[in-house]
C-alpha cells in the first residue's frame, strides 16, 4: 500500500520565503492560486494579456508577463495547458531558472516526454490534485480537499519533497489524502486511464448504447435516457459507495442483468484493446502522434469534434437538457 500523507505530515512554514509564481490563470491556475493565498502564501500570476489576466488582477493578485513572474518566483507552477509547456518554457521560463529555484507541474506529460528539460540546479516537482481547479476550491473553502498525487523528478536542494508536500497542504489537498508517485507513472496511468475509460471508453460505451436502442427500434429520446443521461446517477453512486454500494441501490433486476451480462459486452477483447492502448502510451508512441498533431494543423482533433458534434446522441441530447435546463 502506498504511504498516505495527511495535514500532519506537510510543513507549510518551509514555503514562507517563498514567493510561488502561478504560471497560467485557468481553472487549475486560479483555484490553486486562491487556495495558496488564503493557505498565507506568497503567490504572483504570470500570464499573457486578456481576460486572465484582468481576472487575476480583479481577485487582487499582482500580475506579470511569464518572464518577469518566472523571475520574480522561487517555485514556477506551470499551469497552464501541457502543449504549451514546451513553447511557454524556451520562450519565458528557462532563463529565468537560477540556482535552487523549483519548476512545479500538475501532470508529467511534458517532462516525462522530455517537452521540458529542466537545468540540474533546480528541483523538479509535481502536485497534482486529481480533481478539476472549481472542486479544489470548494472543498477548501469547506474545510475538506481534494486529494492529490507529488511527485520528485530532480531535488537538487533536498528539500524537494518537503516542498510538494508543502504545495499540497497550501491548496488543501493533505486534508484528503497525498499520494506520491513518479512522473511516469502519473503521467501513463493518467494517459491510459482517460483513453480507455474515463474520456475514451465512456464515451463510446455510451454512444454505442444509444446506437443499439435506436437500431432496434427505440425512441432516440428514450435511448438517449437510458445510455446516456442515467449513466450520471449510476457513477455518483460508484463515486459515494463503490461498485457494491451501486449494486445495492439498484433493483435486483438490474444487479441480475448487469452481472450476468455487462461481463459479455465488456469482456477479454476489449480488454485487451485497453492493452494495446496502454502500451502506445508506455513505449511513447502516443504521445509522438499527439505532439505531431498539436503542432501541424490540428485538423485531426477538429474533425474528431466535428463528428461527435453531430452525432444523434448529441443532436437529440441537446434537445433534452435544454427542456431540463441543463444547457442553454
Not at 523528478?153 to 499540497?168: F, V
Not at 506520491?180 to 486511464?193: N, Q, R, V
Request: charge should be neutral; charged fraction near 25%; aromatic fraction near 8%.
Amino acid at each position: 500500500m502506498a504511504q498516505v500523507y495527511l495535514d500532519a505530515d506537510a510543513d507549510i512554514s518551509i514555503l514562507r520565503n517563498e514567493v510561488i509564481a502561478i504560471i497560467g490563470y485557468g481553472s487549475q491556475g486560479r483555484n490553486q492560486a486562491l487556495n495558496l493565498r488564503d493557505s498565507g502564501l506568497k503567490v504572483i500570476i504570470g500570464c499573457r494579456p486578456g481576460k486572465s489576466q484582468q481576472l487575476a488582477g480583479q481577485d487582487g493578485f499582482e500580475v506579470y508577463g511569464m518572464s518577469e513572474a518566472a523571475r520574480r518566483g522561487t517555485i514556477i507552477y506551470m499551469l497552464i495547458p501541457d502543449m504549451a509547456h514546451k513553447e511557454a518554457y524556451e520562450k519565458y521560463i528557462k532563463d529565468n531558472l537560477s540556482e535552487g529555484k523549483a519548476l512545479c507541474f500538475s501532470h508529467g506529460f511534458s517532462i516525462h516526454y522530455k517537452q521540458v528539460v529542466p537545468p540540474r540546479y533546480v528541483d523538479v516537482i509535481m502536485v497534482a490534485p486529481k480533481g478539476p481547479g472549481p472542486i479544489v476550491r470548494e472543498n477548501y473553502l469547506r474545510g475538506s480537499g481534494v486529494p492529490a498525487l507529488i511527485a520528485v523528478e530532480q531535488d537538487y536542494t533536498g528539500k524537494a519533497k518537503q516542498r510538494a508536500l508543502a504545495i499540497a497542504k497550501g491548496i488543501g489537498a493533505t486534508r484528503g489524502g497525498v499520494l506520491e508517485t513518479t512522473f511516469k507513472d502519473e503521467t501513463e496511468s493518467d494517459l491510459i486511464g482517460e483513453q480507455t475509460v474515463l474520456v475514451g471508453g465512456l464515451m463510446e460505451l455510451i454512444k454505442k448504447g444509444f446506437e443499439v436502442l435506436v437500431e432496434e427500434g427505440y425512441p432516440p429520446e428514450l435511448a438517449y435516457f437510458e445510455a446516456c443521461n442515467e449513466a450520471k446517477l449510476i457513477i455518483d453512486l460508484i463515486y459515494r459507495s463503490g461498485l457494491t454500494g451501486m449494486l445495492k441501490a439498484v433493483s435486483d433486476t438490474a444487479k441480475y442483468g448487469g452481472l450476468v451480462v455487462g461481463p459479455k459486452i465488456i469482456d477479454d477483447r476489449v480488454k485487451e484493446n485497453m492493452r494495446a492502448a496502454a502500451r502506445r502510451v508506455k513505449d511513447g508512441s502516443f504521445a509522438q502522434e499527439w505532439i505531431r498533431e498539436y503542432e501541424s494543423s490540428g485538423e485531426a482533433l477538429r474533425k474528431l469534434m466535428r463528428q461527435i458534434e453531430n452525432h444523434p446522441l448529441e443532436i437529440v441530447g441537446r434537445k433534452l437538457r435544454r427542456m431540463a435546463s441543463l444547457e442553454k
